[in-house]
């Protein structure tokens, strides 16, 4: 199995590699394509513990987009009112991530999840350290599970 987890890595890096020049391309025409293009591949600024604290043992919460997000608000204040805390919420769009920005009320940060390599995951992991991950649907990333 462990080569097969290197080969996906290798094959998903290399297709990021040949793609990321057009996605950089494209994003000088959309403002919304650049903010996501930065908000996805920025882990390291966004993780940073004196701007956005992350509590680890919390809850990691991933929603595809903003629908899931909408979905899952609720199951986490009840969560939170119970004094279960909600870490960090990852979604697969900037616009889920917004929605989830505005709906956490800075309670926790609401972050576009890094493409599925290894090396970004793993920082997201280490930094978040959470106590479970919560996929709210069945959009699953090799490195994330």
Same mark, same amino acid.
């Given at each position: 199995?462990?080569?097969?987890?290197?080969?996906?890595? =290798?094959?998903? +890096?290399?297709?990021?590699?040949?793609?990321?020049?057009?996605?950089?391309?494209?994003?000088?025409?959309?403002?919304?394509?650049?903010?996501? &293009?930065?908000?996805?591949f920025?882990?390291? @600024? @966004?993780?940073?513990?004196?701007?956005?604290?992350?509590?680890p043992?919390?809850?990691?919460?991933?929603?595809?987009?903003?629908? !899931?997000? =909408? @979905?899952?608000?609720?199951?986490?204040?009840?969560? !939170? /009112?119970?004094?279960?805390?909600?870490? *960090? %919420?990852?979604?697969? @769009?900037?616009? +889920?991530? #917004?929605? +989830? !920005?505005? #709906?956490?009320?800075?309670?926790?940060?609401? *972050?576009?999840l890094?493409?599925? %390599?290894?090396?970004?995951?793993?920082? %997201?992991f #280490?930094a978040?350290?959470?106590k479970?991950?919560? &996929?709210?649907? /069945? !959009?699953?990333? *090799?490195?994330?599970?």
């Amino acid at each position: 199995m462990p080569i097969l987890i290197f080969a996906y890595n =290798v094959l998903w +890096g290399l297709a990021l590699a040949l793609l990321l020049p057009a996605w950089c391309l494209a994003s000088l025409f959309s403002s919304r394509l650049r903010r996501e &293009l930065v908000r996805r591949f920025d882990v390291i @600024t @966004t993780l940073d513990p004196s701007s956005r604290p992350l509590q680890p043992g919390g809850l990691w919460f991933h929603g595809a987009s903003a629908g !899931e997000v =909408v @979905t899952v608000m609720p199951l986490i204040r009840r969560l !939170e /009112s119970s004094g279960q805390a909600c870490s *960090l %919420l990852t979604t697969s @769009t900037l616009r +889920g991530s #917004e929605m +989830g !920005e505005r #709906e956490s009320h800075g309670r926790f940060p609401s *972050l576009v999840l890094p493409p599925d %390599l290894y090396p970004l995951v793993r920082l %997201l992991f #280490e930094a978040a350290r959470p106590k479970a991950l919560i &996929l709210v649907n /069945s !959009e699953f990333w *090799l490195n994330l599970i």
